[in-house]
């Protein structure tokens, strides 16, 4: 198992495998639950900035399978720090 430096997630080493491409690349997706909010205030402004952000058609979209809630936690940026810390460790 593995732990990454960034959360307390751990993964199976063979779920790698499945990313494996030539000349000793991996490609994976990383998800990011921690936006870097620091309040529940920050969470609210957040999530109307996306909601605000959003398109007519995506709203019409959205709205025939989530209801009135159109926008969650998915749709806010992920903290650019975050980023950083990313591509500190060298992944591209």
Known sequence: MIATG???TKFEVNQLQMGYRHDDNYHAW???TD???????DLV???QLSMDNLNERTKQRRSKTRGLKLV???DIPVSPDYIDEIKYTGVT
């Open 35 to 41: 936006k870097g909010l620091k309040t529940e205030a």
């Open 6 to 8: 960034f959360s307390q």
């Open 72 to 74: 969650d936690e998915r």
């Open 30 to 32: 990383i998800y990011f």
């Open 45 to 47: 402004a957040a999530l």
